[in-house]
């Protein structure tokens, strides 16, 4: 008797953990030969996307999600047409400026369009550090971004404000008309990919710099994508009223904050996404303080396990690398 009841402690045990794997479960795709390739996994896209092996979303385009230098979190984004036009995304930390500058080089050297989200090193560091560099062989055409006056930045983050004059300094190494402030509802376009400007930075008190990250939404082969920077809930509320249902809704969504104390539940429910990008480490997908998965203090399985429920099919997530959609 005592020997079936531990076979029945050992089933009990075994059901439950079934269940906390299910709940946190995320599908991830890895690259393979390098490249990752969409594959078909009843993914339920709109018309404006085709699924099924072989299936190519950006018609001889692609987007790709920058895999980090070491294992800190970052942002670093490329679009690109299929006649060769080349946007940029933020970028990531100044250590990240060679693997970028790399990928860059072989889509041919050329960035139509740098879009900054906001003025955070592990978002526009290697952007400083590529344009204090002139020896690098690529091109810059333009550079869109909305930043405070500089009293702002001194007051919310003022052991982080130097950064934002050193972007300052380096933007303006570039010719001035390459430069351009944007602004909420405008539209940029560049080759087959066009870009909408959703917000003007919101100033607030909390997480501040973070919270005045731009959102912009991409556009290449109809499907659209999503970049919210590291907007925390309170910029996300704003966004959520201030912005119609119908440029939130995405195809494809940049998570924001890194995939932790983002943006609410409620504003990825509005976005509906189909495929969600993860511009995270290992140890913060899986919440890992150091003791093992949920021994941090960050909220990303809880915004996984938002993603699952809110029917995200498809996972690209930099822990495993450079990640491309073609």
């Known amino acids: 008797m005592k020997e079936f009841n531990i076979w029945k402690k050992l089933a009990a045990c075994m059901l439950f953990l079934n269940i906390v794997f299910t709940a946190f479960h995320i ?110 062989k690529i091109t810059i055409d333009n550079v869109y971004y909305s930043l405070a006056d500089q009293s702002w930045y001194d007051k919310v983050e003022s052991s982080r404000s130097n950064l934002v004059n050193e972007l300052r300094s380096a933007l303006a190494t570039l010719p001035a008309d390459k430069l351009h402030v944007v602004r909420k509802g405008e539209e940029i376009k560049v080759g087959q990919i066009r870009a909408k400007v ?51 809704k995405s195809d494809i969504v940049q998570m924001s904050h890194h995939g932790q104390y983002g943006v609410n539940r409620d504003v990825y429910a509005a976005i509906n996404p189909k495929i969600a990008l993860w511009p995270c480490p290992l140890w913060l997908w899986n919440n890992d303080g150091g003791s093992g998965t949920g021994s941090g203090d960050w909220k990303t399985l809880e915004t996984r396990q938002w993603m699952e429920e809110l029917g995200v099919k498809l996972n690209y997530c930099i822990k495993d690398g450079d990640q491309i959609i073609y």
Do not use: C
């Open 27 to 136: 599908q991830t795709i890895s690259p393979t030969s390098g490249e990752g390739n969409l594959k078909a996994n009843s993914m339920g896209f709109g018309p404006s996307i085709a699924s099924g092996p072989g299936s190519k979303l950006f018609n001889g385009g692609s987007l790709s999600l920058l895999a980090n230098y070491d294992k800190r979190q970052m942002l670093s984004m490329v679009l690109q047409d299929k006649n060769g036009n080349l946007i940029v995304i933020d970028g990531g930390w100044d250590i990240d400026a060679d693997h970028l500058t790399d990928v860059i080089e072989k889509k041919g050297g050329r960035v139509s369009a740098w879009f900054i989200t906001h003025p955070h090193s592990d978002h526009v560091g290697a952007l400083v550090q590529i344009l204090n560099n002139p020896g690098r």
């Open 198 to 248: 959703l917000n003007d930075p919101y100033l607030l008190d909390a997480t501040s710099v973070n919270n005045s990250s731009v959102a912009y939404k991409f556009f290449l082969n109809n499907v659209s994508i999503l970049v919210l920077g590291d907007m925390g809930p309170d910029a996300g509320k704003i966004l959520l009223e201030q912005t119609t249902k119908e440029d939130l």
